[in-house]
């Protein structure tokens, strides 16, 4: 008997374990469709679950895990299949980013960063990643960097997966959000607006190393504020027909 899938965000588990799993693996076709996109949800919706299975689809790192997606929605297309466990995936979550004062948030996102940089430390010591590019990866996991050096950090390191592995990098970035909610109740949202304002611009807007951008939020931050550097994607609500039913549960599949 399946369980009932209570609080499950990681694919693999949900999978692995048996729960009830309605399908969703339709939203990869709508990615593959995309540069960059933004998804707006409430909460529990399934946002996570969902980017955890861009994740386990786009990266090379799960080859072994192929066999998550037999028999699902995706599995059809023959067109889609070919791009399967194909690209280097940068997956973060900036759900943790809850803290007081801005100087506390950057502290936190570099933690974040250095994390990604330990899931793929081979960069480190690629002899395929040139010099440059090389020590601003070890200032970031010296503790050694600026403001500037903080805000490109995803830059750099989309930089350095191309080089090391030839290929365009996938970047899944999961409750966008949060650090700014956090910022407008604490009393420094312009400062964090600025900061993050960077971030999205070196990660997804001049980054030629970039193959898709996918972030999910629970709200649409202003275009004259956070977007104001990042205006060349694709945004869909609950309210857009388009990508309606790739999150949440349908009236049918209740």
Not at 39 to 49: D, E, H
Not at 65 to 88: A, C, I
Not at 148 to 154: E, P
Not at 160 to 182: M, T
Request: glycine share 4%; proline share 2%.
């Amino acid at each position: 008997m399946k369980k009932i899938p209570i609080g499950i965000e990681n694919f693999k588990e949900m999978i692995d374990d048996q729960y009830y799993y309605i399908d969703k693996t339709e939203l990869i076709n709508d990615v593959m469709n995309e540069k960059l996109v933004l998804y707006i949800r409430p909460r529990r919706f399934g946002k996570t679950l969902n980017m955890s299975m861009l994740y386990y689809f786009f990266s090379h790192k799960e080859k072994t895990n192929v066999y998550l997606f037999d028999g699902l929605n995706v599995s059809k297309d023959k067109e889609t299949m070919l791009h399967q466990n194909q690209y280097p995936v940068i997956f973060m979550t900036l759900k943790d980013m809850k803290n007081r004062s801005v100087e506390l948030q950057k502290q936190q996102f570099l933690s974040l960063i250095q994390t990604v940089l330990e899931q793929n430390i081979e960069l480190l010591h690629s002899e395929k990643v040139n010099i440059i590019t090389k020590k601003r990866l070890e200032s970031l996991v010296n503790n050694q960097v600026t403001d500037i050096d903080l805000q490109n950090a995803l830059y750099y390191i989309c930089v350095a997966l191309k080089q090391h592995y030839q290929k365009n990098v996938i970047l899944l970035i999961d409750e966008y959000d949060v650090p700014l909610q956090s910022a407008y109740t604490n009393g420094y949202y312009d400062e964090m607006v600025d900061f993050l304002r960077n971030v999205f611009s070196s990660a997804l807007k001049t980054n030629d190393a970039l193959e898709k951008g996918v972030l999910t939020g629970c709200l649409r931050i202003s275009k004259e504020s956070i977007f104001t550097g990042l205006n060349n994607f694709n945004v869909y609500s609950i309210m857009d027909e388009q990508s309606s039913t790739r999150f949440g549960f349908t009236q049918q599949e209740v």
